[in-house]
C-alpha cells in the first residue's frame, strides 16, 4: 500500500526565521496519516534536520551533484545531503532543468548518485504550455520518465512528481482528466519497465498551484499519491490545510 506523500518545496525561500512553520506544522499534524517532508533551502536543512528530529515531519535537499566529492565550488553532494539528515532530494525540477540546463540523462546521474547513498529521489517530469497545445504530452512525459530514471529504482528510492511546467507557480492548473490522464500514463510505463509490482509501489505527486482551495479534487483523481507544493508550503497556514486534505483522499 503505497503511503501518501505531501512535499513542500520551499526554493530559493526561507531565512532562520522560517524554522517557527516547521514548529507550527508539527503541532497542526502530530500524528499525520501521510508522510511529510519539507525541503528548505541548503542554508536551512541542518537547523531544519534538527528542529524535526523526533517528529514526524522529514527533511530534505532540492537538488545534488553526481559526484561524492570533488572541485565543484558551490554543490552538494548526495553524501553530504544524508550525512546532514536528509532523507530525500528533488530531482529534476523544471527550474533546474531551465535555469541550470539539466537534461534528462544528467537527472539520472544525479539519482543514481542520491540512491547510492540512501535518499529517496523524487524525480520531476513536465510538459511546457508549447508542448501541451502541441498535444505531445504524453511524448514528453514518456521520454522524461525513461531517460531520467535509473534502472535500479524502486518503491522505497523513488518518487514521480508531475508538474506542468505551465501550471507552476501561475495558478493554472490542468483539469482533472487532464492530471488524471498523465499519472495513470506515468503508472502503466513504471508498471511495464520495472515489473507491476515496483510499478505499482511507486507514489506519483501532482505539482503546480496546488492549495487548499483545489486540493481535494486533485487527491480524488487516480493514481495521484500526494503532491509536491511550492509557494503553498512556505507557511503552515497554507501547507496544512493540504496536507489535511490528503489525509481524508
Not at 523526533?54 to 532540492?62: D, E, I, K, N, R
Amino acid at each position: 500500500m503505497r503511503r501518501k506523500l505531501a512535499a513542500g518545496n520551499w526554493k530559493m525561500n526561507g531565512l532562520r526565521a522560517s524554522l517557527k512553520e516547521l514548529e507550527k506544522l508539527k503541532d497542526e499534524h502530530p500524528d499525520p496519516g501521510c508522510d511529510i517532508l519539507i525541503c528548505p533551502p541548503a542554508t536551512l536543512l541542518a537547523p531544519a534536520v534538527d528542529m524535526c528530529w523526533s517528529s514526524p515531519l522529514f527533511v530534505g535537499g532540492q537538488t545534488c551533484h553526481h559526484k561524492l566529492a570533488g572541485p565543484h565550488t558551490g554543490d552538494i553532494s548526495a553524501e553530504m545531503l544524508k550525512d546532514v539528515g536528509a532523507t530525500a532530494v528533488i530531482l529534476g525540477h523544471s527550474e533546474r532543468r531551465a535555469d541550470h540546463g539539466e537534461t534528462s540523462e544528467e537527472v539520472r546521474l544525479l539519482a543514481q548518485a542520491a540512491q547510492e547513498v540512501g535518499l529517496t529521489t523524487i524525480i520531476c517530469v513536465g510538459e511546457s504550455e508549447f508542448q501541451r497545445e502541441a498535444t505531445n504530452t504524453l511524448d514528453i512525459i514518456g521520454g522524461q520518465l525513461s531517460l531520467s530514471i535509473p534502472d535500479g529504482s524502486n518503491g522505497e528510492n523513488l518518487v514521480v512528481a508531475y508538474e506542468p511546467v505551465w501550471a507552476i507557480g501561475t495558478g493554472q492548473v490542468p483539469t482533472s482528466d487532464q492530471i488524471g490522464e498523465v499519472h495513470d500514463f506515468m503508472r502503466d510505463r513504471l508498471e511495464n519497465r520495472f515489473g507491476y509490482g515496483v510499478g505499482k509501489s511507486v507514489r506519483l505527486l501532482y505539482g503546480g498551484s496546488v492549495k487548499a482551495s483545489n486540493a481535494d479534487e486533485i487527491f480524488a483523481i487516480s493514481n495521484v499519491d500526494g503532491a509536491l507544493v511550492g509557494g503553498a508550503s512556505l507557511k503552515a497556514a497554507d501547507f496544512a490545510p493540504i496536507i489535511t486534505a490528503l489525509e481524508n483522499a
